[in-house]
């Protein structure tokens, strides 16, 4: 079934690009962009998670602080965090893996050329008789594993008389044949096609590393705090990746010495695809987390104004008392003072109404009845005589 669907289309694709160079590292770099372009929407949405995830860090980072040393209350925390920003832990790296699961059916492709470029069939007489042919030349095939890659190099020889019409398949790239697996004991070696078969697996890793690093570099760009300003702090301490930011090169490292160059070439050229596309899509989601940042350093700003004016007017009744001495506004001295001014009101309002009447002065502080030395002897009953001794 996979032969059918994947392995079986993946040589057509191989076969449609060789023709237009007849050159099979070309072939294999147009094989690895022509696959950044089907996953371009997977790569899309595997971004997106990433760089929404960084953006989290600082909140991560409180929830940190906030938890201590209490890890599963922290995972619940940031869980629930992640579920309610609709991130998914996991799902950058998942959709990242996309392409490494291409690598095991372009293995075989790659593996067994005379079938998927050459579509000569193994249960087919063809097969059979340039098989025969190789083994005369080469001995047994069975111990090795990439007879078909060596066969193919000069297939119009083994299948002279048997299958008219093929051809050659060129292997040769910048010098160096990407049939063979190559040698890591490049002190032993000699020649450019030997040493930069060596070297190859070497610079697939290299490069590897230098495109995860440089993903992880832009992801951090947009991690921001609550006011929409830079988070050095949270940046640094964001640590996504950094394992398989070792693991992948070392297994593109590894391949690229148990296995022909040819997948070494396909994987340099996956990651040098990767920064590009890397860069564009970060540019563009970048753009949208830029405008919501500013809006964030807008109400920050608003927030900052509003503060200030607050400080200008404590400042201002700190300089009118620098004594600080304030009046008790508790809610009892205020009820309090509210019922003296009311009760003032009121004897003030009773002065006025009986100086009209012709009784107390309104400044109160005259002979309210006549008798000087009793100034506030007045009533209705009362007579300036009565208390005279009798003639």
């Not at 107390?360 to 009533?379: I, K, L």
Request: hydrophobic share 40%; net charge neutral.
């Amino acid at each position: 079934m996979i032969d059918l669907l994947i392995q079986q289309p993946f040589g057509y694709v191989m076969e449609f690009f060789y023709n237009f160079f007849h050159n099979y590292g070309i072939a294999l770099i147009l094989f690895s962009l022509a696959v950044k372009l089907i996953l371009l929407p997977a790569s899309a949405k595997s971004k997106k998670s990433m760089m929404k995830t960084s953006r989290l860090q600082p909140k991560v980072k409180q929830i940190e602080l906030a938890c201590g040393d209490d890890k599963q209350k922290y995972q619940q925390e940031v869980n629930a965090l992640y579920k309610e920003e609709g991130v998914s832990m996991f799902g950058g790296c998942l959709w990242s893996l996309i392409p490494l699961l291409i690598l095991l059916p372009l293995y075989s492709v790659i593996r067994y050329p005379l079938e998927y470029l050459l579509h000569v069939g193994e249960e087919t007489e063809a097969f059979k008789a340039i098989k025969t042919a190789y083994e005369a030349v080469n001995g047994d095939v069975s111990k090795q594993v990439y007879w078909q890659l060596s066969a193919t190099r000069d297939i119009e020889t083994y299948a002279a008389g048997i299958m008219d019409g093929l051809k050659n398949i060129n292997y040769n790239f910048l010098g160096i044949d990407l049939s063979v697996v190559p040698d890591w004991k490049i002190w032993t070696l000699h020649g450019w096609s030997a040493i930069g078969g060596a070297l190859v697996p070497l610079i697939s890793g290299g490069f590897n590393y230098l495109s995860m690093f440089i993903s992880q570099k832009m992801n951090n760009t947009v991690i921001r705090n609550e006011d929409g300003e830079a988070d050095e702090a949270a940046a640094k301490s964001a640590q996504t990746g950094k394992v398989m930011n070792l693991l992948m090169p070392a297994m593109s490292i590894w391949f690229g010495f148990i296995m022909p160059l040819g997948l070494s070439i396909y994987w340099i050229a996956q990651s040098v695809f990767g920064i590009i596309q890397d860069y564009f899509l970060t540019k563009h989601y970048k753009k949208v987390y830029d405008a919501e940042d500013e809006i964030k350093r807008q109400k920050a700003a608003a927030r900052a104004e509003e503060e200030a004016e607050k400080e200008r007017i404590r400042a201002a009744k700190r300089a009118a008392n620098p004594d600080g001495i304030t009046e008790n506004t508790s809610k009892k001295k205020q009820q309090q003072r509210e019922k003296q001014e009311r009760e003032a009101a009121a004897k003030e309002f009773e002065a006025k109404k009986l100086a009209e009447q012709g009784g107390v002065p309104e400044d109160g502080a005259q002979n309210a009845g006549g008798e000087a030395n009793r100034p506030y002897a007045r009533g209705r009953a009362y007579q300036a005589d009565r208390y005279k001794d009798e003639e």
